[in-house]
């Protein structure tokens, strides 16, 4: 993609460590899931959370197929099926009534569809759906990320960004979100690839990284 291509060369230009990263890790591969809604972004963000991924995938696939006339449960069914059904699935209760919550905002209107939601500035959707049981401004900018594609996301809060951040300059500690938000300000506007490439480095050895 040409644009991700651009977003490498950016990053590379501005800073010598992600130059290096770059050239060990090669091109960037973010890539966006355009057939979600956001509710079912959303939906998916809840349920895996504290959860390792493929339990979080079990769990969902048995509620999915709960709906075998859908692909993926519309909010009216997934709010009229038994509460007993979908527990039984392996959903906690806090993690039902996040997703309930979600559903009935949906119908409501508040959570947008993907038509209206591309309209509407980052900030406005992370207020908007922050509103939300369970939902917090990270897995809002995961919705920003992989599902809108928006291309200047950094999320500060997250622990591998911020430990691919630590790795890539070598630090004894993490710097704060508040930090790394500052320091961020000089990837814009490529800030959703530079998470990438950082979350990369958070899964290498540090004597890799900018080797």
Known sequence: MPALKQADRFLADRDPDFAALIAHVGSSRLTIDTSREPYQALMNAVAHQQLHGNAAKAILGRVVALFPDHPFPPADLFLAHPEDALRACGLSAAKLRAMRDIAEKTVSGLVPSRASAVRLENEALIER?????????????????????RPDVLPIDDFGVREGYRKLKKLEAQPKPKALGEIGQAWSPYRSTAAWYLWRASEIKASDVNS
């Open 129 to 149: 759906l922050t509103s939300l049981r369970g939902v917090g401004r990270w897995t809002v900018e995961m919705l920003l990320i992989f599902s809108l594609g």
